[in-house]
């Protein structure tokens, strides 16, 4: 079975990477990566469907032990993805995609140097203030805020492999699609199978 590709997508707040993984994952193109917490849960949030709620100590732990792709603390509880759930999808060849910010996806680079990093764009700045405008979720000083700091999240595209310019919606996610197919066909990783698959036929 082939192994299946881990794929980071990050961008600034309104470039639309969540829509864009919303898509992929309900197209059934992969899976999402579940988090796990140390706040407990909300409303109707379920264990292993939209976190893995755990104590401190069991947090630290899976950190001391090696077992996070990457972490952080925000608002004095933590947050990250544990690393065994999802080499167990890829093994099963899933592809799987995780929606983090530029410091979780460098973690992840450095823990699993085989995932594939994908910055989400906006169009232009401008287009990414109407589109938090719009949101309605932000205070006029948040979105002056956001919009500043934009600039500084960009520069960080260099840590990437590919980009998508989120203009069209339908355009983006086939984007995705495109790069996630690609990915498949590196040599680098099957040469000694597509060798081994020929030389068997003429032997």
Not at 37 to 57: A, D, L, M, N
Request: glycine share 6%; proline share 4%.
């Amino acid at each position: 079975m082939k192994q299946g590709r881990l794929f980071v997508i990050s961008g600034p707040s309104g470039a639309g990477k969540g829509t864009i993984c919303k898509a992929l994952i309900e197209s059934g193109a992969a899976d999402l990566s579940v988090s796990m917490t140390t706040r407990k849960p909300r409303g109707i949030e379920q264990e292993g469907i939209h976190y893995y709620f755990v104590s401190h100590e069991d947090f630290q732990k899976a950190i001391d032990e090696g077992n996070m792709l990457e972490w952080a603390e925000i608002y004095g509880n933590r947050y990250g993805t544990p690393k065994k759930p999802v080499l167990e999808k890829l093994a099963r060849g899933h592809d799987v995609i995780l929606e983090i910010e530029m410091q979780g996806a460098m973690q992840v680079k450095e823990s699993y140097p085989k995932s594939v990093l994908i910055f989400v764009l906006p169009p232009s700045i401008s287009e990414l203030r109407k589109r938090l405008i719009a949101r309605g979720t932000e205070t006029p000083e948040q979105i002056d805020l956001r919009t500043r700091t934009t600039l500084d999240e960009i520069k960080r595209i260099k840590d990437y492999s590919y980009f998508i310019v989120n203009d069209d919606l339908s355009s983006a996610v086939e984007d995705a699609r495109i790069i996630m197919s690609a990915e498949h066909l590196r040599v680098e990783d099957q040469a000694e199978e597509i060798i081994n698959r020929y030389e068997s036929e003429v032997e």
